[in-house]
């Protein structure tokens, strides 16, 4: 069986489809960079700019070549969060005082047991303590 040698020139001119099937351009040279060690494709877009990828970007060669994730696709921009107008008028509420707790151990009002300070019932006789 008879491997054939595919050059460059076999793939010049294919389609680059991105991970949402969006054509991003053609093809136009293959390299191998030596500082990166591996297969960068130069791709040049409709609107006249040049994409360069690696083979990491890359999911499949065949009659086109599909990337892996979306490439210079524009995606519309996520929505702000709403701007709430300031005024002189506007009064935030006022920020609750924060929550005391009692240094030592608790004792139970109704049983007298002595409880652990982190605790909100009484654990012999389940009365809240706080």
Do not use: H
Request: positive net charge; charged residues 20%.
């Amino acid at each position: 069986m008879e491997r054939k040698f595919r050059s460059r020139e076999n793939y010049a001119g294919k389609r680059v489809i991105d991970a949402e099937g969006m054509i991003l351009g053609n093809l136009k040279d293959i390299a191998f960079d030596m500082g990166l060690r591996e297969i960068v494709f130069s791709v040049s877009t409709p609107t006249g700019t040049e994409l360069t990828l690696t083979q990491n970007d890359v999911s499949a060669v065949g009659d086109v070549i599909l990337l892996k994730t979306t490439v210079g696709a524009s995606k519309p921009p996520t929505p702000a969060a709403p701007v709430v107008p300031t005024s002189s008028t506007t009064t935030l509420p006022p920020a609750p005082p924060p929550e005391v707790k009692p240094a030592g151990p608790i004792l139970c009002p109704k049983c007298g047991y002595r409880n652990e300070s982190t605790t909100k019932f009484c654990i012999k006789c389940g009365t809240r303590l706080r």
